[in-house]
């Protein structure tokens, strides 16, 4: 009985013990919240999630969502291998949703993930441009950036395997089919007709005009906002005039820009233009201004050349995100209000690296009508 009591009172000062241990004041003050990772993943395109701060739970997901892609596909390519639903005990799906706990509870289990530490060890690799123990909003945006290009370029090496059907390295225009959600779906779905996957895109992807895509050339055509090649850029230009171009004359006129592409790039440009009122007719003169500016040849219309200038912002790119990314991280955590990071207002922030940046749900303003994932 005594030896019962003892043990239980060495249980209780233990468990006061780590919760002592674990209390919130490393995080000054900060409730401790549990880390999640991103728990959706589909093959449609969607908005635009952000990209984890943290290289190693960026990979945690990535290994997830191979394993859920790959479940996609053989659902695809065998739909007759999958378990039916009346004879398959619960249990079947188990061990996904396990793993993804696994990862999750790693993520959370401080003495194999503590958040200080990966603050500590990420900050000199963030703090490059130059090396001051300052992390400014252009290193975060370069960090985040590299951490979506890897994010991306992963999710064209899958798509790759899925097209390049002989393997060789090298996508050609016949191995290429639309994915099955293209297919399915009507033709203005996702903000863009069925052009996107027409020859003229895939020639445009073909930058070295050897008549087959590489991984690189591949990515671009998968994502050509974020490339840098001109000739998908121009494509882009030719796309957004056939879009925009309701009386179907081949050119923009003033009012296809009034209506379509002008909200589209003040929305790009929020900060100049977010005090800008909202009404037809007494409103267009900024658009009158833009417009007379980019018709340079003075014609009264808008060519795909002349939308060169700024198809960029039509098309918010992968930097764009990245710096939304590092703005909000700073606004949350910049105690000092110097417009800069140090480490120790990282570790004394760490939620605002660790949590905010995984929900899916975050609140991406805009409508991203091209966004291609
Ligand atoms: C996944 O996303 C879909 C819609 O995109 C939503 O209906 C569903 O609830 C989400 N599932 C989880 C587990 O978040
Ligand atoms: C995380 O590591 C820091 C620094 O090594 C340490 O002070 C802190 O107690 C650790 N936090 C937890 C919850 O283990
Ligand atoms: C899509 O457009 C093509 C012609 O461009 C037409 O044949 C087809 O029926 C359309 N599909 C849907 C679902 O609207
Ligand atoms: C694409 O390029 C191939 C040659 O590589 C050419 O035969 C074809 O006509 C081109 N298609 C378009 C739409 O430009
Ligand atoms: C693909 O080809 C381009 C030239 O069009 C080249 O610059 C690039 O390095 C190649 N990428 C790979 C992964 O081989
Ligand atoms: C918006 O326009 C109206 C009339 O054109 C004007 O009275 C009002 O002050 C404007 N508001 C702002 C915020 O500029
Ligand atoms: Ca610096
Ligand atoms: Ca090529």
């Given at each position: 009985?005594?030896?019962a009591?003892?043990?239980?009172?060495?249980?209780?000062?233990?468990v006061?013990?780590?919760?002592?241990?674990?209390?919130?004041?490393?995080?000054?003050?900060?409730?401790?919240?549990?880390?999640?990772?991103?728990?959706?993943?589909?093959?449609?395109?969607?908005?635009?999630?952000?990209?984890?701060?943290d290289?190693?739970?960026?990979?945690l997901?990535?290994?997830?969502?191979d394993?859920?892609?790959?479940k996609?596909l053989?659902?695809?390519?065998?739909?007759?291998l999958?378990?039916?639903?009346d004879?398959a005990?619960?249990?079947?799906?188990?061990?996904?949703?396990?793993?993804?706990?696994?990862?999750?509870?790693?993520?959370?289990?401080?003495?194999?993930?503590?958040v200080?530490?990966?603050?500590?060890?990420?900050?000199p690799?963030?703090?490059?441009?130059?090396a001051?123990?300052?992390v400014t909003?252009?290193?975060?945006?370069?960090?985040?950036?590299?951490?979506?290009?890897r994010?991306?370029?992963h999710r064209?090496q899958?798509e790759?395997?899925?097209?390049?059907?002989?393997h060789?390295g090298?996508?050609?225009?016949?191995?290429?089919?639309?994915p099955?959600?293209?297919?399915?779906?009507d033709?203005?779905?996702?903000?863009?007709?069925?052009g996107?996957w027409?020859e003229e895109?895939?020639?445009?992807s073909?930058?070295d005009?050897?008549?087959?895509?590489?991984?690189?050339e591949?990515?671009?055509?998968?994502h050509?906002a974020?490339?840098?090649?001109?000739k998908l850029?121009?494509?882009?230009c030719?796309?957004?005039?056939r879009?925009r171009?309701?009386?179907?004359?081949g050119?923009?006129n003033?009012?296809?820009?009034?209506h379509?592409l002008?909200?589209?790039?003040?929305?790009y440009?929020?900060?100049?233009h977010?005090?800008?009122?909202?009404s037809?007719n007494s409103?267009?003169?900024?658009?009158?201004?833009?417009?007379?500016?980019?018709?340079?040849?003075g014609?009264?219309?808008?060519?795909?050349?002349?939308?060169?200038?700024?198809?960029?912002?039509?098309?918010?790119?992968?930097h764009?995100y990245a710096?939304?990314?590092?703005d909000?991280?700073?606004?949350?955590?910049?105690?000092?209000?110097?417009?800069?990071?140090t480490l120790?207002e990282?570790?004394?922030?760490?939620?605002v690296?660790?949590s905010a940046?995984?929900?899916?749900?975050?609140d991406?303003?805009g409508?991203?009508?091209?966004?291609?994932?």
């Open positions: 009985m005594a030896k009591l003892i043990f239980v009172y060495i249980v209780v000062a233990a006061l013990l780590l919760f002592l241990s674990h209390s919130p004041r490393t995080f000054s003050g900060h409730r401790h919240r549990r880390l999640k990772l991103r728990s959706n993943y589909t093959l449609a395109p969607s908005r635009h999630h952000a990209v984890p701060f290289p190693l739970v960026a990979e997901e990535r290994h997830r969502e394993k859920e892609w790959e996609q053989i659902h695809q390519k065998h739909p007759e999958d378990p039916d639903p004879s005990p619960a249990h079947e799906s188990q061990p996904e949703w396990e793993d993804f706990m696994d990862a999750e509870d790693y993520l959370n289990d401080e003495d194999k993930f503590n200080t530490n990966r603050l500590i060890l990420l900050f690799k963030i703090d490059v441009d130059p001051d123990w300052f909003e252009h290193e975060l945006t370069q960090w985040n950036l590299y951490q979506a290009q994010e991306v370029l064209t899958r790759m395997e899925l097209h390049d059907k002989n060789d090298f996508v050609s225009f016949s191995e290429y089919d639309p099955s959600w293209a297919q399915n779906a033709n203005e779905s996702f903000g863009y007709d069925i996107w027409k895109h895939f020639n445009a073909d930058a005009g050897d008549g087959v895509l590489n991984l690189t591949f990515n671009d055509f998968l050509p974020d490339s840098k090649n001109p850029h121009q494509w882009l030719k796309e957004e005039v879009e171009d309701t009386d179907r004359d050119k923009v003033f009012k296809e820009f009034f379509g002008f909200d589209l790039v003040r929305n440009d929020e900060e100049s977010n005090d800008s009122n909202h037809d409103m267009d003169a900024p658009a009158r201004v833009l417009f007379g500016q980019l018709d340079k040849d014609d009264g219309y808008l060519s795909d050349a002349e939308l060169l200038p700024i198809i960029g912002k039509l098309h918010p790119s992968e764009y710096k939304q990314q590092a909000y991280i700073i606004s949350q955590a910049d105690e000092d209000k110097d417009g800069r990071l120790t990282m570790i004394e922030n760490p939620y690296f660790y940046i995984f929900n899916d749900d975050e991406d303003d409508d991203y009508h091209d966004e291609f994932r």
